[in-house]
């Protein structure tokens, strides 16, 4: 049984940072990409960003651009979000997602694995 378990939520001032992380426990699988999504109340879920974990690619969705940094650690099998200039319509609870099939991938039916997700809330 694989589990992503994602870290690093909490509550913050408009203009804070927040490190979010997401570690793999459980049987080693095949990952070809990483993903973060978020889903704010009564919203769909949306993507965040992507990586490619093998070549480090990284794709993100356009208001986060310049704000947030998604990278990953191989040897530790954790990805990363680091989030700054936080702004209220950041919040959300955001969800850690790893593709077994797509490297990097905006669309939440490619990623075959999900986390339980963390809760970020940004103050104004």
């Known amino acids: 049984q694989v589990q992503l378990v994602e870290s690093g939520g909490g509550l913050v001032p408009t203009g804070g940072s927040l490190r979010l992380s997401c570690a793999t426990s459980g049987r080693t699988f095949s990952r070809n990409g990483m993903g973060w999504f978020r889903q704010a109340p009564g919203k769909e879920r949306e993507f965040v960003a992507a990586?490619?974990?093998?070549?480090?690619?990284?794709f993100y969705e356009d208001s986060v651009k310049g704000r947030f940094t998604i990278s990953r650690d191989s040897a530790e099998n954790t990805v990363y979000l680091q989030m700054n200039s936080l702004k209220p319509e950041d919040t959300a609870v955001y969800y850690c997602a790893a593709s077994t099939l797509y490297s990097l991938s905006n669309y939440a039916s490619r990623y075959d694995i999900w986390g339980q997700g963390t809760q970020v809330t940004v103050s104004s």
């Open positions: 990586i490619s974990w093998s070549t480090g690619t990284t």
